[in-house]
């Protein structure tokens, strides 16, 4: 059964760092792109970063660009966001995806979502 | 970057109508999209890639069609565990973005 794992939420003050995990399980993890999406309370849902099957590439949202790391571990089946200087707009749940896209990068959608973990950024 | 704007925000149906979601992207780009459905309290689930392809498991009473910069989801006779928030998504210059979503709730 495939499967992923969020974990490392928690509550953070403003400028504050927090690590979320993501562990996967049920499929070969090392041939997907791994994607956060967020959704703050009340609101839809915001893409936040995306990792290659080999990490050579990533990317992310401008509101989380230079703030947040996207990184992963094949060898442990894992995915990572280290977010730094954190915000209370961050507030949310943040979900680990795993990513299907296409040769030419024409379309990329998301069918394994983990359950999801909060984070509350406050003072 | 591309915006995609959904319509109607929320609709009110009845258990067997026929349900028509409009997700509309403000240039033409991806000819690609995506749709989910969330149930309150849960993570998304997809249902539609690529515009039309069901993913596997889902009822075929969803169907999705379109291209350019008009999408469309179709629920063909909605059912009680239907009532949900339905979220289109799409990939343009490497970035991916959602619609704001559309609320259906029971009549």
């Known amino acids: 059964q495939e499967e992923v794992v969020e974990s490392g939420g928690g509550s953070v003050k403003p400028g504050g760092s927090l690590r979320l995990s993501c562990a996967a399980s049920g499929f070969i993890f090392r041939d997907h792109y791994m994607t956060w999406i967020r959704q703050a309370p009340g609101k839809g849902l915001e893409w936040v970063s995306y990792?290659?099957?080999?990490?050579?590439?990533?990317d992310y949202a401008d509101s989380v660009k230079g703030r947040f790391t996207i990184s992963r571990d094949n060898a442990k089946d894992s995915v990572y966001l280290q977010m730094d200087r954190l915000r209370a707009e961050d507030t949310a749940v943040y979900y680990c995806?795993?990513?299907?896209?296409?040769?030419?990068?024409?379309?990329?959608?998301?069918?394994?979502w983990g359950k999801g973990t909060t984070v509350t950024v406050s003072s | 970057d591309i915006q995609l704007t959904q319509s109607p925000s929320f609709l009110s149906a009845s258990v067997g109508d026929r349900v028509t979601i409009t997700c509309r992207a403000s240039q033409d780009g991806s000819n690609y999209v995506a749709w989910y459905q969330q149930i309150p309290g849960e993570a998304p689930k997809l249902l539609i890639y690529?515009?039309?392809t069901l993913q596997s498991g889902v009822p075929s009473r969803f169907s999705g069609s379109g291209s350019g910069t008009t999408f469309t989801l179709t629920i063909s006779s909605l059912q009680p565990e239907d009532f949900a928030i339905y979220y289109c998504?799409?990939?343009?210059?490497?970035?991916?973005?959602f619609g704001g979503g559309t609320r259906v709730e029971i009549k």
């Open positions: 998504q799409q990939l343009n210059d490497y970035r991916l973005t």
């Open positions: 990792i290659s099957s080999s990490s050579s590439y990533t």
């Open positions: 690529a515009a039309s």
């Open positions: 995806v795993r990513g299907v896209r296409d040769s030419f990068f024409h379309y990329y959608f998301m069918d394994v």
